[in-house]
């Protein structure tokens, strides 16, 4: 039969029969309640801390010693009787003044050095000369420094508060940077985008993932710093911040509300990068699809 020929064959009919839904199995399964609980993420983290809470008490309990490990309850007492009497928020209160301080001279001396790293290659140079050479010092070891320029104050804190804010931002924000895609950057010289617009409408949003790293780790570090700081000195104008409530209390062998001290310290952290952090990364980074 020749290929003309096979093609005038006329097709055999085609039977379709209908197969029910139920023939193919489970198509879409409904989430049993605990698959529903379990895809919420703050009832895991609340899960967690629960955990730990417990295990915190238990262990106290075996100890039994409240000069050694209070329990989770005792801290709490007493973290409630700090609150009630205002002291703990006093002094909560002069470390977070210190700090926004600092953060903010961070953020801003870093801004300035990442615009210049990007304007030339020299200063690109320079940022990563600076930073290879001062983000390896620990900033509690510019502190003997610190109180020889600035004294025994507010002033010191904030010098090594800038320490370590400034060249984890600088460095998270300048290779932010140098990782937008050559794309993104012909789409902007194309549109005809140049200097700050190019930058606010290019560079940061593609770099925004980079640079909202850089300050969360910028913040852990001025937190961290700060309370270090006050543990060695803390006491400006008469008045010191947690650390130096941690300190004070631990001369007194006060040791529950030095675990008090000590957990507003934690749940200040917690606050900070759930409340503050995960609001501003919901709104930028997975809400541009950057970020899953």
């Known amino acids: 039969m020749s290929s003309k ?5 006329p097709r055999p009919e085609i039977h379709r029969h209908l197969v029910g839904s139920e023939a193919f199995g489970v198509i879409e399964k409904p989430l049993s309640t ?3 609980l ?3 993420g703050a009832l895991r983290k609340a899960v967690i801390l629960v955990v730990l809470a417990v295990v915190w008490e238990v262990w106290g309990r075996i100890l039994n010693n409240d000069l050694l490990f209070p329990t989770f309850l005792a801290t709490n007492i007493a973290f409630i009787k700090g609150i009630a009497s205002g002291e703990l928020l006093i002094k909560l209160w002069a470390s ?3 700090l926004f301080s600092g953060y903010a001279i961070g953020i801003l001396l870093a801004a300035l050095l990442t615009a210049a790293s990007i304007a030339s290659r020299v200063g690109t140079d320079f940022l990563e000369t600076l930073t290879a050479m001062f983000n390896p010092l620990p900033a509690i070891a510019l502190l003997p420094i610190a109180l020889i320029w600035f004294g025994l104050g ?3 804190l904030i010098f090594v508060l800038v320490h370590s804010v400034l060249w984890s931002v600088a460095l998270n924000t300048h290779s932010g940077f140098l990782a937008v895609s050559d794309t993104l950057r012909m789409v902007g010289k194309n549109c005809g985008l140049g200097g700050f617009a190019y930058v606010s409408k290019i560079l940061v949003p593609a770099a925004f993932p980079s640079i909202l790293t850089g300050l969360k780790i910028g ?4 937190w961290r710093t700060l309370i270090a700081s006050e543990l060695v000195f803390g006491v400006s104008s008469g008045s010191g911040g947690l650390g130096w409530y941690i300190y004070e209390n631990k001369n007194q062998l006060e040791i529950t509300n030095v675990f008090a001290g000590l957990f507003m310290v934690i749940l200040i952290g917690l606050v900070v990068e759930n409340l503050i952090f995960r609001v501003i ?8 699809g950057m970020q899953h």
């Open 5 to 9: 020929d096979a093609m005038l064959v």
């Open 281 to 288: 990364e919901n709104r930028t980074v997975r809400k541009w």
């Open 154 to 156: 507010n002033g010191s």
């Open 34 to 36: 605990f698959e529903r």
């Open 96 to 98: 977070l003044k210190v």
């Open 219 to 222: 913040w852990a570090f001025a």
């Open 38 to 40: 379990y895809n919420i």
